[in-house]
């Protein structure tokens, strides 16, 4: 549709996107107006774009709750790339054991990156549940212990 040499030199946004396209991609005018709506649409209140992903930080969030509200906003935003969710989640999770994996292992896709977390995850909660028991047990024994203490003896004995 275009020939070499056929763009103005102060091209506006759009016919410069035009310019910079290689030549023979677009074959109809169709295409190209379909090419242009994409480009320069508004975007709605309700659509999902990359800045969502850069947004949502884990914060204190856990990191399952944090995953889900990944994969909601994945559902809602399927035409962002691969890499821009990626780059945003890496930047996005707090520090800790998965960050530091996926900082040096980056993974190639979303669903990859989702496994990752998701192992983190059952990983995070066995750990947690592991804590509260260990809590638990703490509790006990200093309740015991406390009763065993000579000031908290019968003194009658």
């Given amino acids: 549709m275009q020939g070499e040499g056929t763009c103005p030199r102060a091209a506006s946004p759009r016919s410069a996107m035009v310019c910079n396209m290689p030549s023979g991609s677009i074959l109809s005018w169709n295409q190209l107006r379909s090419q ?5 649409r508004a ?8 800045c969502d992903f850069h947004n949502l930080k884990q914060g204190s969030m856990t990191l399952q709750e944090y995953l889900q509200s990944l ?3 994945r ?4 035409d962002i790339t691969d890499q821009s969710i990626i780059d945003s989640v890496v930047k996005g999770i707090s520090l800790g054991p998965c960050r530091e994996y996926l900082t ?6 979303v669903t990859k990156l989702f496994e990752i977390i998701q192992e983190y995850c059952v990983s995070d909660r066995a750990k ?10 703490r509790k006990s024994w200093n ?15």
């Fill in 128 to 137: 947690r549940q592991k804590l509260e028991e260990m809590n638990e047990q």
């Fill in 36 to 40: 242009l709506r994409s480009s320069f």
């Fill in 75 to 78: 559902a809602r935003g399927p």
């Fill in 43 to 50: 975007v709605r209140p309700d659509e999902v774009t990359s």
């Fill in 104 to 109: 040096k292992q980056r993974p190639k896709t």
């Fill in 71 to 73: 994969i909601k906003l």
């Fill in 143 to 157: 309740s015991e212990r406390s009763y065993q203490k000579p000031w908290h003896s019968d003194p009658s004995k």
